[in-house]
Each structure stands twice: as structure tokens, then as C-alpha cells.
């Protein structure tokens, strides 16, 4: 072990030291959080990938040697197969991924408990052999899935979460992690906003890797992540157009702003997709003064009253503290008596933040029909009724999905099934209108264009089956149809013009000359 880790070491160990008056240990596991499982089983895959363009050391090999830049992977996906007589991940299974991640490989499992800041006491040892709902290697289920990318803490483990990912892979959602390690090594330097830089790098770098998943669908991805994980994907949202929702574990962005404004990439008006952050508990009076916590912490959040182009929640729970946004805090943390609540109302919060984080993807990834109804009753259940949270909300009008709009997606499919194209605008947009004036003078443009006749065609079917008793349209196109050569066509809309109003002379007129 280097110097530079001896030393972090002995000082979170004096740490705990010094406060152990303030902590106590819980009583919790996982049947108890209580996350309703979905329709699927849960596969899981943890594999190591490489990126080529950046290299890394590893700090315990004591060499000069720079190699790829490795990138340890966990997936959770759902899953079809039947479970009958297989056995389900341990949370053992799980941590010794985190073995492999801090990279102590060989460390005998017997030590994890000492060797990484978690109590070596019989509740902790109980936890390592808990049953977890996800199973090696399951088959894929059929059909395309929404990808979560989830971000861990500061220089933590993919698995940190592992009970929430399980979750939201029953549910349907696809999540791929990778854990926080620095930009050189496995631990940050100081530049931290190098490396929060370099976690945005991951997070492209596994959407990258979903692209190798069959079922993944690169048109629904998300991002998800607990403390430090929140500014990088913040980063990575303001530069990938691909990411279209963000959920944010009592997010760093919320602490640091300044450390999100020296990334050359920010731009608070890039953040223009629904944001939901999840933050902890006012810290008490006596905490922030036993502590040195700065004290508007409480209350300050730049980044959050800075947004105005995107729908954004800002939800604080009551009942917990930091730690407690994770799989791993809720299980092994230590308890600090002088704010945290009892095991039964942390493990009942952090259940609520995954069922709300669900409905939130459901609402705004997904855009189910009644998810977002639902999302905001969840709000309304849990801040109201249950008292486990308060929260704002903000966030403009949608955008008018204009006449402009309409015209750009129907001209990517040439004009074709225009009336299946209006009622799915429809759906999403029930305000949006086509004005009869606007199809008509396009239907023109598009038919005395020889190359776009037909499609113009296709743009008065749709007038007309939205005006049906609009005679210009049927003039309209009765002209088109004279123009291409269909006097059959001309003549029957002519007509129908006419039985419409009685009155049109330029019918009247076309109608003598063809006739005769």
C-alpha cells in the first residue's frame, strides 16, 4: 500500500475514532427496503472493457508502465428465463467486484469488511450472505430496452448500488456501470475538475459499450448518479444530445457548482432535458457546528434555480442523510445519532427513491401515456400524505410542436402515412394544429414540383380528412389531379367542390371546359 493511501487510512480511522460517541450500527438487509421486483428476472454481467484513446496506471504495481485505460463494467438487464434451481448473487458477489475495482484482487474475502471502512460486526457479516434478486448470466430478454447510465460516488464502486440497478432491470431498463476512479490512477488527484472530466468520459464511453448490446435501445438513454457521479453526467448531458433524462442521488451539482462551471463544456442552457434531483435531509444545527459544515448547504442550489428551458424537480427527504442513496450506505454504513433516523424509516426513504426514480424514467424517458399523472401523484403520496419528502418543480410550458414541426418529421418520410405521423403528434402534442391555409399552399408547392407531386397528393388526404367539408381544399385538389394528368380524379373533386359550395366559379369554370 502506498504512502499516500496509509495515510487516508489512518485518517478515516481516526475519523471514526473521534465520533464514535455519534454512531451506531443498523439493523437493516435487503427483504427489508422492499423493492417490489418487475415482470423480469435480472441478469448480470460484469466484464472489463478498455479504452484505447486514454491510459492509466495501476498505483499498486509500483511501475512506470502506462496501459489502456481500463473500464470495469456490471450490467444489469432484464431477463425471460426461467430461475427455477439457480442460485442468486450474494451481496459477497458483489463486493468482490469492488475488490477488483480498488484493485486488491487477491484480498481474501474474510478482509473486505476491515479493508474497506465497513464495521467488521455480525450485522455487516450477515449482510455478505444476503440473497440478491439479479443471477449470473441469465438469457436476454426479448425486445428493445431503455439504457441507464448509472454514475457511482466519489472514486466508488459500479456495484454501490447494485440493490436499485436490480430493481430498475426487473423493471425493464437495461443499466451499465462502470466504477469512479481517476484520471491516472485508481484514486482522484487534485484537479477535481479534471476528474470530473474524465468520469464524463466514462459515462460516453459506456454508451458506447451499450451499442453492443442487442437489446438496448440508443433512443431512450438516461443518466443516474449518487454524489460525485451527478456532476459528471450533468457534463456528459450537455454534450450528448442522446441523453434525454437525468436523475441525480443527492448529486454533488448541488454542493460544487463552481467545480461544474470550470468544465470548458458547461452551459447551463444545453441542460434542456427533465431533471429530477434527490437530495438529503437539512443537516442539523448541531452537526453543521460540531462539523464545520457551511450551513447554506441547506438551502443553496445554483444549479437548480439557474434552469429554465427543462422540467425540473428538486425533491429533499426527511429521512435521510448522505450515505443512505446507495445499496452500500443503507447496508454497512455506521449510523450517526445526532441526525440519522432509525433503520426502518432510511430503508423505507431510500425504497421511495427508487419507486419514484422509476416513475420518473417511466414519465420522461418512456413518455407513457399516464406515467407522468402517476409521477406526480407519487409526489403528492409521499410529500403530503407519507411526509417523506418536500419538493419544487419547475420548468416552462412544453414547446409549441408547431405546423414547422409537423412539416419536418413528415418530410423525413416523404409525405407517407401522414394521418398515422398526426395522431402520434397528436398524443404527444394535443395542442398542436394544422391549418387548412398551411396544407393547402404546401400540397401546392409539393404538386406543381413534378419530383414531389405524389407527395403533395398525400398532403390534401390528410387535409381533407381533417376538412372535410372545406370546398378550396377539394378545389385544391381537383387542380393537383388536372395538373397531373387525372382528369378523373379532377373531375370527381371538382364536383365535390362544388356540392360544398355551390358558389365556386373556378370549379364551375373547370368543370365546363372538361366536360365539353
Given at each position: 500500500m502506498n504512502p499516500d493511501h496509509i495515510i487516508m487510512r489512518s485518517l478515516i480511522a481516526l475519523f471514526l475514532l473521534l465520533f464514535q460517541v455519534h454512531t451506531i450500527h443498523g439493523q437493516t438487509s435487503l427483504n427489508k427496503i422492499d423493492l417490489d421486483k418487475g415482470r423480469y428476472e435480472v441478469g448480470f454481467r460484469h466484464y472489463s472493457s478498455t479504452d484505447s484513446t486514454r491510459t492509466y496506471s495501476r498505483i499498486y504495481d509500483y511501475t512506470n508502465q502506462k496501459i489502456p485505460r481500463?473500464?470495469?463494467?456490471?450490467?444489469?438487464?432484464?431477463?425471460?428465463?426461467?430461475?427455477?434451481?439457480?442460485?442468486?448473487?450474494?451481496?459477497?458477489?458483489?463486493?468482490?467486484?469492488?475488490?477488483?475495482?480498488?484493485?486488491?484482487?487477491?484480498?481474501?474475502?474474510?478482509?473486505?469488511?476491515?479493508w474497506f471502512y465497513y464495521a467488521n460486526n455480525p450485522a455487516n457479516q450477515a449482510h455478505i450472505k444476503e440473497n440478491t434478486k439479479a443471477y449470473f448470466g441469465l438469457k436476454e430478454a426479448q425486445g428493445i430496452f431503455p439504457l441507464i447510465i448509472y454514475s457511482p460516488s466519489f472514486q466508488a464502486s459500479s456495484i454501490e448500488n447494485f440493490a436499485m440497478c436490480e430493481y430498475l432491470a426487473s423493471q425493464g431498463f437495461i443499466v451499465i456501470a462502470s466504477p469512479s476512479r481517476g484520471t491516472e490512477t485508481r484514486w482522484f488527484g487534485n484537479n477535481l475538475a479534471k476528474e470530473v472530466e474524465t468520469q464524463a468520459r466514462d459515462v460516453e464511453f459506456l454508451i458506447k459499450?451499450?451499442?453492443?448490446?442487442?437489446?438496448?435501445?440508443?433512443?431512450?438513454?438516461?443518466?443516474?448518479?449518487?454524489?460525485?457521479?451527478?456532476?459528471?453526467n450533468i457534463i456528459a448531458q450537455m454534450r450528448n444530445d442522446n441523453i434525454k433524462a437525468v436523475i441525480s442521488l443527492d448529486g454533488t451539482e448541488r454542493y460544487q457548482y463552481d467545480l461544474l462551471k470550470k468544465s470548458p463544456f458547461f452551459e447551463v442552457n444545453k441542460m434542456d432535458v427533465p431533471y429530477l434531483h434527490m437530495a438529503q435531509k437539512d443537516i442539523p444545527e448541531k452537526v453543521l457546528n460540531e462539523d464545520k459544515i457551511d450551513s447554506t448547504l441547506n438551502t443553496k442550489f445554483v444549479l437548480y434555480d439557474s434552469l429554465s428551458l427543462n422540467r425540473a424537480y428538486r425533491l429533499k427527504f426527511h429521512d435521510l442523510t448522505h450515505s443512505y442513496f446507495s445499496t452500500l450506505g443503507v447496508l454497512f454504513e455506521a449510523r450517526d445519532v445526532r441526525q440519522d433516523k432509525s433503520d426502518h424509516k432510511i430503508m423505507n426513504a431510500y425504497k421511495w427513491v427508487s419507486i419514484l426514480g422509476l416513475s420518473f424514467l417511466k414519465a420522461f424517458l418512456l413518455e407513457e401515456s399516464t406515467a407522468k399523472i402517476a409521477f406526480e401523484s407519487h409526489l403528492g403520496q409521499v410529500g403530503t400524505d407519507k411526509n417523506l419528502i418536500s419538493y419544487r418543480k419547475k420548468g416552462q410550458k412544453s414547446t409549441p410542436f408547431t405546423f414547422k414541426n409537423f412539416n419536418e418529421l413528415a418530410t423525413a418520410q416523404q409525405y407517407n402515412s401522414l394521418w398515422e405521423l398526426y395522431e402520434e403528434s397528436k398524443k404527444k402534442h394535443p395542442d398542436l394544429n394544422l391549418p387548412?391555409?398551411?396544407?393547402?399552399?404546401?400540397?401546392?408547392?409539393?404538386?406543381?414540383?413534378?419530383?414531389?407531386?405524389?407527395?403533395?397528393?398525400?398532403?390534401?388526404?390528410?387535409?381533407?380528412?381533417?376538412?372535410?367539408?372545406?370546398?378550396?381544399?377539394?378545389?385544391?385538389?381537383?387542380?393537383?389531379?388536372?395538373?397531373?394528368?387525372?382528369?378523373?380524379?379532377?373531375?370527381?373533386?371538382?364536383?365535390?367542390?362544388?356540392?360544398?359550395?355551390?358558389?365556386?366559379?373556378?370549379?364551375?369554370?373547370?368543370?365546363?371546359?372538361?366536360?365539353?
Open positions: 481500463p473500464i470495469p463494467i456490471s450490467l444489469w438487464y432484464p431477463s425471460s428465463q426461467n430461475v427455477v434451481n439457480k442460485l442468486p448473487l450474494q451481496v459477497l458477489d458483489y463486493l468482490e467486484i469492488l475488490k477488483e475495482e480498488e484493485e486488491w484482487e487477491n484480498l481474501p474475502n474474510e478482509q473486505i469488511l476491515n459499450e451499450a451499442a453492443y448490446i442487442p437489446i438496448s435501445d440508443l433512443t431512450k438513454v438516461a443518466v443516474m448518479g449518487f454524489s460525485f457521479g451527478g456532476l459528471a387548412e391555409g398551411s396544407l393547402n399552399t404546401l400540397g401546392l408547392q409539393l404538386i406543381f414540383n413534378p419530383k414531389t407531386s405524389t407527395q403533395g397528393i398525400n398532403v390534401f388526404n390528410l387535409a381533407i380528412q381533417l376538412y372535410p367539408k372545406s370546398a378550396n381544399l377539394f378545389d385544391s385538389l381537383a387542380e393537383a389531379y388536372l395538373f397531373m394528368g387525372n382528369h378523373k380524379k379532377a373531375i370527381a373533386n371538382f364536383r365535390k367542390s362544388l356540392e360544398l359550395n355551390p358558389q365556386n366559379q373556378n370549379a364551375i369554370d373547370r368543370l365546363k371546359t372538361m366536360i365539353e
